[in-house]
């Protein structure tokens, strides 16, 4: 049986995982720091937590459920106390693409992301309340091994199914790749974008339009426009009136270049790096 030492299993995205890891074929050993994160574990999936070297010993993957600007610290304390060929299983490129993991040749570094449950999905009832994913909702993911032999990669994409799950396509991706999906294109742009658009929204409420109604027109409206744009409605396209309102708004909205800024690998590289020492 596969052994995997949980670090953080208490805190929001340990205890996710947790519950996902739980009535599968791996044996878990949880750790949490935390008084507080170690009873939300409980209350949540009836688990107890374990000292930190207990989980390490002989364990074949660990899966670091900690937040980003901690990785470098934790994974360095760690280090020494891991088996030759034991897996370091990190759910962020952030830490990794910054050059935070320590140098050791004889473990495995594989990283793991989320997709969350797509835009344009067949989820039905509550299930379609599940906006994260990992609970109810199907999603995507996408894995990277960064060292380690390939024979790992299978083993470390079938826990990264499990702590996911349910889990439709598994994307295999180089760990720049992953960065420059996170932050660059789903936080540098999209989270930037969408708070644009709340902000839009927000003004036209303020310029008279009903809250409710602002809200009903915005989010209708992308959802045939990002359909158009992305190709999933078949044979859509927009009107004569949105392609000359779209030709006029770009230079207003956004400066000439704005994707190579932003997606410019040094640019990435100081993104991670922002993340992971928030404080510098």
């Given at each position: ?77 760690i280090i020494d ?31 793991t992301h989320p ?166």
């Open positions: 049986m596969t052994k995997i030492a949980l670090l953080g299993a208490g805190g929001k995205m340990g205890v996710r995982l947790a519950t996902n890891l739980q009535g599968t074929d791996y044996d878990v050993a949880h750790v949490e720091v935390s008084e507080g994160g170690r009873e939300r574990l409980k209350s949540a999936t009836g688990l107890d937590c374990v000292e930190q070297g207990q989980a390490l010993s002989r364990a074949d993957a660990v899966v670091l459920a900690v937040p980003d600007r901690a990785i470098g610290a934790v994974s360095h304390e106390r891991l088996d030759p060929g034991t897996a370091v299983i990190v759910l962020d490129a952030a830490a990794p693409h910054a050059g935070e993991m320590p140098d050791r040749d004889d473990v495995t570094y594989f990283v997709c969350h449950p797509p835009l344009f999905n067949d989820e039905e009832g509550e299930d379609r309340l599940d906006f994260f994913g990992g609970v109810k909702a199907k999603q995507h993911i996408v894995c990277a091994l960064m060292q380690g032999p390939e024979e790992h990669y299978a083993m470390c994409e079938a826990v990264a199914r499990e702590i996911w799950k349910p889990v439709m396509r598994s994307h295999r991706v180089t760990v720049e790749q992953l960065a420059i999906l996170e932050p660059a294109l789903s936080e540098t742009v999209g989270a930037t974008l969408a708070l644009a658009l709340r902000d839009a929204t927000d003004e036209a409420v303020r310029r008279g339009v009903p809250e409710q109604a602002a809200h009903d027109f915005m989010l209708g409206h992308l959802n045939i426009e990002l359909a158009i744009a992305f190709g999933i409605f078949p044979g859509g396209q927009f009107s004569d009136g949105a392609l000359k309102a779209i030709e006029t708004a770009k230079p207003v909205i956004f400066r000439d270049g704005w994707l190579d800024r932003v997606f410019d690998p040094d640019a990435v590289l100081t993104s991670v790096k922002d993340i992971c020492h928030p404080d510098d």
